[in-house]
């Protein structure tokens, strides 16, 4: 295969000749290796917007089912507007970044106020959108109405790094700068829709952030880190985290047949979702732990409780904190309810849009509730 003249990394227009054959080539790899991916099966915008907002740091095989699920319960940007914000979350829980969900829901309602339910096929206005970024109206502009929008995402930084062999922090604002422009000039005159998804793909099936599979690829002859061999030794694409430790406790307080949840506020971490009382912890072990359980499941919902036996241990991710979670069962003892609160069955958890590891601990007290029956 003949290698043309790769790009520059500088600010130097691409070549009108390296461009018309990357796009050639791009196409025609993906017209054979395009992923069958339900969003894909329409240009609808309603369609688009939801999936860019579900596959913002998600992974597509997460997303495919609750794609599926969130469209039929909400089959259009009316549905979705009219929906009570409880309904929306629970058929987010388990994608995280819930904010997500909570913008979406808030844009719909504007697009319905203030656009007669029509999603806006111009940049411009999509930024006015809660929650709608650079990157998702450009995705709207160009996938669902096929006009000239640029983008940029992970696999595409990446995919575009890679090309021109951009030598400096592809994540800092003069990276971004120059990606953006990259982009931009990449773009056809007619046929966005196609070429985007395109650019896309091939940064997530083959511009893999380790191993690429460059011999694979279309544009190997065309990519200028392959010909100078630093595709490897390009600084990172993506910013690496630096998690920190955090112990926490939850809180499961019976009373009678029924458990005490408390609704996440706004600032919180799951806002507008439901938890077990939920906090950091600094006592060590069940019997040192009992005051400040204690102390802090009043503070959060008036309840004074007796806490009692660890339950179980979780141990997971959130964003930069890697989290041990005590869950401590209780008993109630006294006190009214304040804030966001209330007593719940357990068996109507399944009801309620819950933090995941509030889901976990509410799976196993429908288990133990139920085994308890079957031993009564």
């Known amino acids: 295969m003949t290698r043309r003249s790769a790009p520059s990394a500088n600010e130097d227009p691409l070549d009108a000749e390296w461009k018309r054959s990357f796009r050639r080539r791009l196409l025609a790899w993906y017209a054979k290796h395009a992923r069958d991916l339900p969003w894909r099966r329409s240009r609808d915008p309603y369609r688009v917007w939801v999936s860019e907002v579900m596959l913002q740091q998600t992974q597509v095989e997460t997303v495919r089912p609750y794609f599926e699920r969130f469209m039929a319960a909400f089959p259009n940007v009316a549905a979705l507007a009219e929906a009570d914000e409880q309904a929306v979350l629970r058929l987010w829980e388990g994608l995280g970044y819930y904010r997500r969900a909570r913008s979406l829901h808030a844009a719909a309602k504007q697009v319905v106020a203030d656009h007669a339910g029509q999603i806006p096929g111009d940049v411009a206005t999509l930024l006015t959108l809660a929650g709608v970024g650079r990157y998702t109206a450009g995705?709207?502009?160009?996938?669902?109405?096929?006009?000239?929008?640029?983008?940029?995402?992970?696999?595409?930084?990446?995919?575009?790094?890679?090309?021109?062999?951009?030598?400096?922090?592809?994540?800092?604002?003069?990276?971004?700068?120059?990606?953006?422009?990259?982009?931009?000039?990449?773009?056809?005159?007619?046929?966005?829709?196609?070429?985007?998804?395109?650019?896309?793909?091939?940064?997530?099936?083959?511009?893999?952030?380790?191993?690429?599979?460059?011999?694979?690829?279309?544009?190997?002859?065309?990519?200028?880190?392959?010909?100078?061999?630093?595709?490897?030794?390009?600084?990172?694409?993506?910013?690496?985290?630096?998690?920190?430790?955090?112990?926490?406790?939850?809180?499961?307080?019976?009373?009678?047949?029924?458990?005490?949840?408390?609704?996440?506020?706004?600032?919180?971490?799951?806002?507008?979702?439901?938890?077990?009382p939920r906090f950091a912890i600094d006592a060590e072990g069940p019997l040192f732990a009992k005051d400040e359980l204690r102390d802090k499941v009043r503070g959060q919902t008036g309840v004074a409780c007796d806490p009692g036996a660890l339950i179980t241990t979780i141990k997971h991710g959130v964003t930069r904190f890697r989290i041990t979670l005590e869950c401590y069962e209780a008993t109630y003892k006294s006190g009214r309810l304040n804030g966001a609160t209330k007593w719940v069955r357990p068996a109507d958890l399944t009801e309620l849009p819950l933090s995941a590891t509030g889901r976990k601990l509410a799976k196993l007290l429908q288990f133990t509730t139920k085994e308890r029956r079957n031993k009564g």
């Open 139 to 276: 995705a709207i502009v160009s996938i669902a109405y096929d006009r000239p929008a640029p983008i940029l995402e992970a696999n595409t930084i990446r995919l575009l790094t890679r090309l021109i062999a951009y030598n400096g922090e592809p994540t800092s604002t003069a990276g971004q700068k120059r990606l953006w422009a990259v982009a931009e000039e990449l773009l056809p005159a007619k046929g966005c829709s196609t070429f985007n998804q395109a650019l896309m793909e091939l940064g997530a099936l083959v511009c893999t952030p380790a191993a690429p599979r460059c011999e694979t690829c279309p544009a190997e002859t065309l990519c200028r880190a392959r010909a100078e061999g630093t595709v490897e030794r390009l600084a990172p694409t993506t910013k690496k985290l630096k998690f920190t430790d955090a112990r926490e406790a939850a809180v499961v307080v019976r009373k009678g047949a029924m458990v005490l949840l408390r609704q996440c506020g706004p600032d919180e971490r799951w806002a507008g979702l439901w938890d077990f």
